[in-house]
């Protein structure tokens, strides 16, 4: 798959070390908002979740993750996945992360509504949407450059890796709604 400016690429081991050095270089900033962030730092932990990710991809189970890649420079910018809620639906969440050196370029804009387009093009999806911590402004407004409506918030459902207690906002897009 890919889109304008970025190439999507299945999960593969020869894409590890990238990721685990965008983690790395990023982890401050992503560790505000994902709880996988802390055990996601170690080589054995990113090979596991390698593999892992890789498994789910051949099976269609669990979530679609791919890596990102800037087509003009073939750098590894983030990682989107397609986390499958209802396959009988079906059903979708999207969930994604830039290196903090890529963030404010528009390419998780970009990624998003690639990603949406194949869910609702190849895969016949009812429902997609997008959820954030409350306070994550980022990736909210990713949500609402795509054109994601607003649905809700779900009160102090969440714990921040802080410890700090948040909410859940809820944005998504539906089959039949004009994208």
């Excluded at 390698?50 to 099976?59: D, G, K, M, S, V």
């Excluded at 890649?69 to 830039?98: M, Q």
């Excluded at 990713?142 to 714990?159: L, S």
């Amino acid at each position: 798959m890919e889109s304008n400016r970025l190439n999507f690429a299945a999960p593969s081991l020869a894409h590890q070390p990238l990721m685990l050095a965008a983690i790395r270089e990023s982890q401050t900033d992503l560790a505000q908002f994902l709880p996988w962030v802390a055990s996601a730092l170690s080589e054995e932990e990113s090979v596991n979740s390698t593999q892992q990710a890789i498994e789910n991809f051949n099976n269609f189970e669990g979530e679609l993750r791919f890596s990102l890649f800037d087509k003009a420079s073939g750098h590894f910018v983030g990682a989107i996945g397609l986390i499958l809620r209802n396959k009988d639906i079906p059903y979708f969440e999207i969930g994604y992360w830039l290196k903090s050196s890529c963030v404010g370029m528009g390419y998780m804009t970009e990624a998003v509504k690639t990603l949406e387009d194949y869910a609702f093009n190849d895969l016949n999806a009812k429902r997609v949407e997008i959820k954030a911590a409350e306070g994550n402004l980022k990736s909210r407004a990713v949500a609402e450059r795509c054109g994601y409506e607003f649905e809700g918030k779900h009160c102090n459902d969440r714990i921040l890796p802080s410890g700090e207690l948040s909410s859940t906002v809820v944005y998504a897009k539906t089959s039949g709604v004009s994208r």
